[in-house]
């Protein structure tokens, strides 16, 4: 691996989307004369000409960045290089990271055009802060420096606190927004603890520094180095444990992803949580080993992520909002991501099994928002159970999107979430953790109820009311839904290109 200070070549991507932010602005600064000149003969209101103008620039800008990122990996040859002074990791496995959340910025992109016509949001403000968060969330799977991971972090989760907030006028988008405000600060002050706790016990900031001198021989942690270094460590699981929503940080997930845009809680549910995943990977799996103070990691993080899988299945149960169901489902599913982790092996094997499950955790959760966005009409969400009754009936479509959205999320094969399950509980039972497997195996039964239920209400109920949805802007949700149903079912029943390319990435984090 090089050592370079500075490379446009492994950078291209992340160049390229920064471009695509001043495009954007220096759109928006002459909205009146361009709306004046290429409007035409259409008459749209200025609102929509500049949503369909910024919703074309973004995707045509997404495209483009996708398409470095893949010239950048032939132009360097696959090597991974080391880039400002150990700020950042370029190139290598780190490529399939960035993809997978580029194509989730893609799919949110696609389900937003409709949400946004519909909702009257202004788009121009809505894609430059989701643009903000994407490069932010790319910068952070990157980051080989704390100061870097922080400010990473930071980039992509202030964007999403006024994205949350858009809906202005609606009351529980407000209070959403504010509740994550203000937790978010929280957990950044926790993040920052742990951060200068580690510096001071190891005078660095490179992370991969920082895991070489924090070897504790002994769980006594007698000296100063060793106790302030297990502090940070567990300040920094605090502040990460609440971005991926385990419990007990998980309090703000129900209610921010019900008063959200929907396709704003779909990006959160998805790309934030792979990023934090990954840096959770990056640390405390991807370290050589932290002696004594592994068997107290284990337990640590065995109980956090046992009680999330058990809690987020349980209160998932009870609830009426679809929204509220997939955030407590969210909640389990970061649940079984970390206990892969839990045994703290320190293998490549056990990244791989994180980061299946998420890559694949991004097509399901994508797909069962879509469908819910797609019956969204004008001053109606499609949230509840009682709004998806007969949904078969009138469309079957999106009847069936959701029915693959479910199988996959349940763990029923041939759907990728079966393959990712499968790959979590071989970690623990390579571990000889089996109590734990097979507790969070009865839990994953106790799950196939709420998720079999929205198929039950779907195909055994009548529907309530007539149902009608607007005819507009719908193609590009079903582009979203149907490219998302076709990666789970291909990675259900060809699962081994993705787990070549999740041990790509899980390898360069060691």
């Not at 109820?449 to 193609?475: A, G, R």
Request: hydrophobic share 55%.
């Amino acid at each position: 691996m090089s050592e370079l200070f500075f490379d446009p070549a492994f950078l291209l991507g992340e160049l390229g989307l920064a471009a695509l932010i001043v495009v954007l602005t220096l759109a928006d600064a002459f909205r009146k004369p361009l709306y004046q000149l290429f409007n035409g003969t259409t008459q749209l209101s200025e609102l929509e000409y500049r949503n369909r103008q910024a919703g074309w620039l973004t995707g045509i800008g997404f495209v483009i960045v996708a398409a470095l990122f893949i010239y950048t990996n032939k132009l360097t040859g696959g090597e991974p290089a080391i880039l400002l002074h150990n700020s950042l990791k370029a190139g290598g496995g780190l490529l399939i990271g960035k993809l997978v959340i580029l194509i989730a910025g893609i799919l949110t992109l696609l389900l937003s055009i409709r949400y946004t016509s519909i909702e009257s949001i202004p788009g121009i403000d809505y894609y430059l802060l989701l643009c903000f968060s994407l490069l932010g969330a790319l910068t952070l799977i990157a980051a080989e420096n704390f100061i870097m991971l922080f400010l990473a972090l930071e980039m992509m989760s202030i964007p999403i606190y006024a994205m949350v907030g858009l809906k202005r006028y609606n009351p529980r988008s407000d209070e959403s927004a504010i509740k994550y405000l203000l937790l978010g600060g929280f957990s950044s002050g926790f993040l920052l603890l742990g951060i200068s706790f580690l510096y001071g016990a190891t005078g660095s900031l490179v992370i991969s520094d920082v895991l070489t001198s924090l070897s504790f021989p002994t769980i006594e942690l007698a000296t100063p180095q060793a106790l302030f270094g297990a502090l940070g460590l567990i300040f920094l699981f605090i502040g990460l444990a609440f971005k991926v929503s385990l419990v007990p940080f998980h309090a703000w997930t129900p209610d921010v992803y019900e008063g959200a845009a929907t396709p704003i809680t779909a990006f959160m549910s998805v790309a934030v949580k792979l990023s934090a995943f990954a840096v959770i990977l990056k640390i405390f799996a991807g370290s050589t080993s932290f002696g004594g103070f592994d068997s107290i990691l284990v337990g640590m993080l065995g109980f956090f992520a046992l009680i999330t899988v058990m809690y987020g299945n349980s209160v998932a149960i009870v609830q009426t909002n679809v929204k509220r169901m997939l955030a407590y489902s969210s909640i389990a599913h970061a649940g079984y991501m970390a206990l892969a982790i839990a045994p703290m092996t320190h293998t490549v094997d056990a990244a791989k099994a994180v980061l299946f499950y998420g890559i694949g955790y991004v097509a399901m959760n994508m797909l069962a928002f879509g469908v819910l966005i797609y019956l969204t009409r004008q001053n109606h969400y499609c949230e509840t159970l009682d709004d998806l009754k007969g949904v078969a009936r009138k469309f079957p479509g999106a009847a069936a999107m959701m029915t693959i959205a479910m199988f996959s999320l349940a763990g029923i094969p041939p759907a990728v979430g079966f393959v990712g399950k499968i790959q979590i509980f071989m970690q623990l039972i390579n571990a000889h953790m089996y109590i734990t497997a097979v507790i969070a195996l009865l839990f994953s039964f106790v799950a196939l109820y709420f998720y079999i239920n929205v198929l039950v209400v779907m195909y055994m109920k009548e529907p309530d009311t007539d149902k009608t949805i607007e005819s507009s802007h719908q193609f590009p949700v079903w582009v979203a839904m149907a490219a998302s149903a076709l990666l789970i079912i291909l990675l259900g029943i060809l699962p081994t290109p993705l787990l070549n390319w999740s041990q790509q990435w899980a390898s360069i984090l060691f």
